[in-house]
Protein backbone atom coordinates (compact mmCIF):
# COMPACT_ATOMS: atom_id res chain seq x y z
CA UNK A 1 0.00 0.00 0.00
CA UNK A 2 0.86 3.40 -0.89
CA UNK A 3 -0.21 6.32 1.53
CA UNK A 4 -0.52 10.13 0.98
CA UNK A 5 0.43 12.23 3.96
CA UNK A 6 -2.43 15.04 4.56
CA UNK A 7 -1.75 18.32 5.82
CA UNK A 8 -2.03 17.60 9.86
CA UNK A 9 0.26 14.80 9.48
CA UNK A 10 -2.29 12.11 9.25
CA UNK A 11 -1.59 9.30 6.69
CA UNK A 12 -4.38 8.36 4.00
CA UNK A 13 -4.18 4.95 1.83
CA UNK A 14 -3.90 6.00 -2.18
CA UNK A 15 -6.49 3.43 -2.66
CA UNK A 16 -9.72 2.11 -1.25
CA UNK A 17 -13.34 1.37 -2.09
CA UNK A 18 -16.41 3.81 -3.22
CA UNK A 19 -19.89 2.28 -1.59
CA UNK A 20 -21.64 4.94 -4.27
CA UNK A 21 -24.89 3.36 -5.30
CA UNK A 22 -24.44 0.39 -3.38
CA UNK A 23 -27.42 -1.08 -1.16
CA UNK A 24 -26.67 -1.37 2.25
CA UNK A 25 -26.50 -5.57 1.94
CA UNK A 26 -24.39 -4.54 -1.45
CA UNK A 27 -22.33 -2.06 0.41
CA UNK A 28 -21.90 -4.47 3.63
CA UNK A 29 -20.75 -7.49 1.29
CA UNK A 30 -18.54 -4.96 -0.54
CA UNK A 31 -17.04 -3.62 2.34
CA UNK A 32 -16.16 -7.25 4.00
CA UNK A 33 -14.38 -8.31 0.99
CA UNK A 34 -12.33 -5.39 0.44
CA UNK A 35 -11.10 -5.06 3.82
CA UNK A 36 -10.39 -8.83 3.58
CA UNK A 37 -8.56 -8.39 0.36
CA UNK A 38 -6.58 -5.98 2.19
CA UNK A 39 -8.12 -2.48 2.00
CA UNK A 40 -7.74 0.01 4.43
CA UNK A 41 -9.61 3.15 2.85
CA UNK A 42 -13.18 2.83 2.83
CA UNK A 43 -15.58 5.44 1.29
CA UNK A 44 -19.79 6.33 2.12
CA UNK A 45 -21.98 9.37 2.58
CA UNK A 46 -24.43 10.35 4.13
CA UNK A 47 -26.58 10.09 1.19
CA UNK A 48 -25.52 6.90 -0.20
CA UNK A 49 -27.74 5.61 2.72
CA UNK A 50 -25.99 2.33 3.59
CA UNK A 51 -23.19 3.86 6.50
CA UNK A 52 -24.65 1.44 9.24
CA UNK A 53 -23.98 -1.88 6.16
CA UNK A 54 -20.36 -0.17 6.21
CA UNK A 55 -20.27 -0.10 10.28
CA UNK A 56 -21.18 -3.88 9.88
CA UNK A 57 -18.88 -4.68 7.86
CA UNK A 58 -16.08 -3.12 9.64
CA UNK A 59 -16.82 -4.91 12.80
CA UNK A 60 -17.36 -8.64 10.95
CA UNK A 61 -13.66 -8.06 9.25
CA UNK A 62 -12.29 -8.72 12.87
CA UNK A 63 -9.82 -5.85 11.97
CA UNK A 64 -9.05 -3.12 14.81
CA UNK A 65 -10.80 -0.39 13.98
CA UNK A 66 -7.41 1.90 14.01
CA UNK A 67 -6.32 -0.36 10.82
CA UNK A 68 -9.08 1.15 8.64
CA UNK A 69 -9.15 4.52 7.35
CA UNK A 70 -13.02 5.70 7.33
CA UNK A 71 -14.13 8.50 5.48
CA UNK A 72 -17.55 9.89 4.69
CA UNK A 73 -19.78 12.70 3.69
CA UNK A 74 -22.33 15.82 5.56
CA UNK A 75 -24.97 15.79 3.38
CA UNK A 76 -26.48 19.65 2.15
CA UNK A 77 -29.88 19.01 4.58
CA UNK A 78 -27.87 18.11 7.66
CA UNK A 79 -25.20 21.40 7.59
CA UNK A 80 -26.87 23.49 10.14
CA UNK A 81 -28.35 20.58 12.55
CA UNK A 82 -25.29 20.27 15.64
CA UNK A 83 -26.01 16.26 15.97
CA UNK A 84 -25.32 16.09 12.10
CA UNK A 85 -21.44 14.71 12.90
CA UNK A 86 -22.90 12.44 16.30
CA UNK A 87 -25.54 10.79 14.46
CA UNK A 88 -22.87 9.76 11.69
CA UNK A 89 -20.94 8.23 14.17
CA UNK A 90 -24.55 6.37 15.31
CA UNK A 91 -25.04 5.17 12.08
CA UNK A 92 -21.34 3.99 11.70
CA UNK A 93 -20.98 2.34 15.00
CA UNK A 94 -17.70 3.83 15.37
CA UNK A 95 -16.84 6.56 17.92
CA UNK A 96 -14.37 8.89 15.34
CA UNK A 97 -14.37 9.17 11.77
CA UNK A 98 -10.76 9.68 10.08
CA UNK A 99 -11.92 12.28 7.20
CA UNK A 100 -15.36 13.86 6.61
CA UNK A 101 -16.06 15.67 4.07
CA UNK A 102 -18.20 18.26 2.68
CA UNK A 103 -20.60 16.39 0.06
CA UNK A 104 -21.39 19.18 -1.84
CA UNK A 105 -21.31 23.00 -2.02
CA UNK A 106 -25.02 23.63 -1.93
CA UNK A 107 -27.47 24.72 0.95
CA UNK A 108 -25.32 26.35 4.28
CA UNK A 109 -22.51 24.72 3.67
CA UNK A 110 -20.29 27.08 5.84
CA UNK A 111 -22.36 25.90 8.80
CA UNK A 112 -21.78 22.69 7.35
CA UNK A 113 -17.89 23.03 7.87
CA UNK A 114 -17.88 24.59 11.20
CA UNK A 115 -19.71 21.53 12.38
CA UNK A 116 -16.71 19.48 11.14
CA UNK A 117 -14.63 22.16 12.56
CA UNK A 118 -15.96 21.54 16.08
CA UNK A 119 -16.10 17.61 16.02
CA UNK A 120 -12.69 17.79 14.36
CA UNK A 121 -11.36 19.84 17.67
CA UNK A 122 -12.78 17.33 19.80
CA UNK A 123 -11.55 14.49 18.35
CA UNK A 124 -14.52 12.81 16.77
CA UNK A 125 -13.13 13.77 13.13
CA UNK A 126 -9.13 12.88 12.61
CA UNK A 127 -9.40 15.59 9.29
CA UNK A 128 -11.74 16.97 7.62
CA UNK A 129 -12.38 18.34 3.47
CA UNK A 130 -14.25 19.35 0.39
CA UNK A 131 -16.51 17.35 -2.08
CA UNK A 132 -17.40 18.61 -5.46
CA UNK A 133 -16.23 21.88 -4.66
CA UNK A 134 -14.18 24.43 -7.68
CA UNK A 135 -11.32 26.54 -6.79
CA UNK A 136 -13.88 29.72 -6.60
CA UNK A 137 -15.87 27.85 -3.11
CA UNK A 138 -12.24 26.36 -1.74
CA UNK A 139 -11.04 30.19 -1.77
CA UNK A 140 -14.41 30.72 0.34
CA UNK A 141 -13.63 27.70 2.60
CA UNK A 142 -10.41 28.58 3.10
CA UNK A 143 -11.04 32.38 3.53
CA UNK A 144 -13.30 31.81 6.58
CA UNK A 145 -11.93 28.13 8.32
CA UNK A 146 -10.17 27.41 11.50
CA UNK A 147 -9.15 24.16 10.47
CA UNK A 148 -8.01 23.63 7.03
CA UNK A 149 -9.29 21.36 4.53
CA UNK A 150 -7.05 18.51 3.76
CA UNK A 151 -8.30 17.27 0.84
CA UNK A 152 -10.94 17.69 -2.69
CA UNK A 153 -13.12 14.62 -3.27
CA UNK A 154 -13.69 15.52 -7.03
CA UNK A 155 -14.25 14.04 -10.51
CA UNK A 156 -10.69 12.94 -11.85
CA UNK A 157 -10.09 10.35 -14.56
CA UNK A 158 -7.56 10.58 -17.64
CA UNK A 159 -10.08 12.54 -19.73
CA UNK A 160 -10.69 14.84 -16.94
CA UNK A 161 -7.22 15.35 -15.14
CA UNK A 162 -7.80 18.62 -13.81
CA UNK A 163 -3.52 19.90 -13.77
CA UNK A 164 -4.81 23.59 -13.02
CA UNK A 165 -7.02 22.33 -10.06
CA UNK A 166 -4.34 20.33 -8.63
CA UNK A 167 -1.77 22.83 -9.12
CA UNK A 168 -3.73 25.51 -6.90
CA UNK A 169 -4.44 22.38 -4.37
CA UNK A 170 -0.65 21.75 -4.25
CA UNK A 171 -0.04 24.94 -3.83
CA UNK A 172 -2.81 24.46 -0.46
CA UNK A 173 -1.06 21.77 0.63
CA UNK A 174 -4.43 19.42 -0.13
CA UNK A 175 -4.36 16.39 -1.98
CA UNK A 176 -6.99 15.25 -4.87
CA UNK A 177 -8.95 12.22 -4.31
CA UNK A 178 -11.15 10.63 -7.35
CA UNK A 179 -13.99 9.73 -7.70
CA UNK A 180 -15.35 8.21 -11.17
CA UNK A 181 -11.39 7.26 -11.13
CA UNK A 182 -12.35 4.76 -14.09
CA UNK A 183 -14.57 7.23 -16.05
CA UNK A 184 -18.15 6.26 -15.31
CA UNK A 185 -17.30 2.90 -16.94
CA UNK A 186 -16.96 4.78 -20.27
CA UNK A 187 -16.05 2.23 -22.88
CA UNK A 188 -14.49 4.80 -24.52
CA UNK A 189 -12.03 5.34 -21.80
CA UNK A 190 -11.17 1.75 -20.72
CA UNK A 191 -10.42 0.75 -24.23
CA UNK A 192 -8.08 3.45 -25.47
CA UNK A 193 -5.50 1.33 -27.12
CA UNK A 194 -3.00 3.18 -25.45
CA UNK A 195 -4.21 1.44 -21.65
CA UNK A 196 -4.51 -1.83 -23.68
CA UNK A 197 -0.72 -1.83 -24.60
CA UNK A 198 0.23 -1.09 -21.53
CA UNK A 199 -1.83 -3.70 -19.84
CA UNK A 200 -0.18 -6.37 -22.32
CA UNK A 201 3.16 -4.86 -21.00
CA UNK A 202 2.66 -5.18 -17.10
CA UNK A 203 0.25 -8.26 -17.38
CA UNK A 204 -2.61 -6.06 -15.67
CA UNK A 205 -6.31 -4.91 -16.97
CA UNK A 206 -6.85 -1.60 -19.17
CA UNK A 207 -8.76 -0.73 -15.80
CA UNK A 208 -5.23 -1.33 -13.41
CA UNK A 209 -3.51 0.74 -15.94
CA UNK A 210 -5.80 3.84 -15.01
CA UNK A 211 -5.81 3.15 -11.50
CA UNK A 212 -1.90 2.76 -11.10
CA UNK A 213 -1.75 6.26 -13.28
CA UNK A 214 -3.80 7.99 -10.63
CA UNK A 215 -1.72 6.67 -7.76
CA UNK A 216 1.07 7.50 -9.23
CA UNK A 217 0.01 11.11 -10.67
CA UNK A 218 -0.75 12.02 -6.51
CA UNK A 219 -4.53 11.31 -7.06
CA UNK A 220 -6.54 9.15 -4.44
CA UNK A 221 -8.68 6.48 -5.90
CA UNK A 222 -12.30 5.21 -4.31
CA UNK A 223 -13.42 2.44 -7.75
CA UNK A 224 -16.73 1.16 -6.30
CA UNK A 225 -17.67 -2.45 -7.31
CA UNK A 226 -20.09 -5.66 -5.93
CA UNK A 227 -18.05 -7.94 -7.99
CA UNK A 228 -15.57 -9.62 -5.82
CA UNK A 229 -12.81 -10.42 -8.23
CA UNK A 230 -13.32 -6.75 -9.31
CA UNK A 231 -12.65 -5.30 -5.93
CA UNK A 232 -9.77 -7.99 -6.19
CA UNK A 233 -8.49 -6.17 -9.55
CA UNK A 234 -8.85 -3.12 -8.65
CA UNK A 235 -6.41 -3.24 -5.28
CA UNK A 236 -3.56 -5.10 -7.43
CA UNK A 237 -1.65 -1.95 -8.42
CA UNK A 238 1.55 -2.14 -5.95
CA UNK A 239 3.79 -4.22 -7.96
CA UNK A 240 4.12 -2.45 -10.82
CA UNK A 241 5.24 0.96 -11.70
CA UNK A 242 4.70 3.37 -15.00
CA UNK A 243 7.54 4.85 -16.28
CA UNK A 244 7.94 8.37 -16.58
CA UNK A 245 7.27 8.47 -20.62
CA UNK A 246 4.17 6.37 -20.02
CA UNK A 247 2.71 8.48 -17.52
CA UNK A 248 3.25 11.40 -20.22
CA UNK A 249 1.15 9.47 -22.66
CA UNK A 250 -1.16 9.38 -20.69
CA UNK A 251 -1.16 13.16 -19.80
CA UNK A 252 -1.94 13.61 -23.26
CA UNK A 253 -4.89 12.33 -23.22
CA UNK A 254 -6.34 14.60 -21.23
CA UNK A 255 -10.14 16.65 -22.99
CA UNK A 256 -11.35 18.23 -19.75
CA UNK A 257 -14.36 16.29 -20.17
CA UNK A 258 -16.43 15.41 -17.23
CA UNK A 259 -19.02 13.21 -16.89
CA UNK A 260 -20.94 14.84 -14.33
CA UNK A 261 -21.42 19.07 -14.23
CA UNK A 262 -23.01 21.45 -11.25
CA UNK A 263 -25.40 23.72 -11.94
CA UNK A 264 -27.32 25.95 -9.84
CA UNK A 265 -30.65 23.91 -10.13
CA UNK A 266 -29.06 20.82 -9.06
CA UNK A 267 -27.30 22.18 -6.42
CA UNK A 268 -30.42 23.81 -5.04
CA UNK A 269 -32.42 20.04 -5.53
CA UNK A 270 -29.39 18.84 -3.19
CA UNK A 271 -30.26 21.35 -0.46
CA UNK A 272 -33.65 20.44 -0.53
CA UNK A 273 -33.39 16.78 -0.50
CA UNK A 274 -33.00 14.88 2.57
CA UNK A 275 -31.90 11.40 2.74
CA UNK A 276 -33.69 8.77 4.45
CA UNK A 277 -30.65 8.04 7.11
CA UNK A 278 -32.73 6.54 9.39
CA UNK A 279 -35.23 4.20 7.49
CA UNK A 280 -31.45 2.31 6.76
CA UNK A 281 -30.97 -1.10 7.43
Known amino acids: MEYAALNNGVKMPMAGIGTFLLTPDEAEASVLSALQCGYRLIDTANAYVNEKAVGRAMKRSGLRREEIFLETKLWPSFYEQPDAVEKTLER????????????QPAGNYIA???????AYKEGKVRAIGLSNFNEGQIREILGSCEVK?????TEVHPYCQEKELKKFLAGEDMVIQAWYPLGH?????LEEPLFTRLGKKYGKSNAQIILRWHIQDGNIVIPGSKNPAHIQDNFDLFDFALTPEEMGE??????????YTSTPELLRRYAEMVPPV????
Request: glycine share 6%; aromatic share 6%; proline share 2%.
Open 92 to 103: LGTDYIDLLLIH
Open 112 to 118: GYKLMEK
Open 149 to 153: PAVLQ
Open 185 to 189: GDKAL
Open 250 to 259: IAALDKNTRY
Open 278 to 281: DEQK
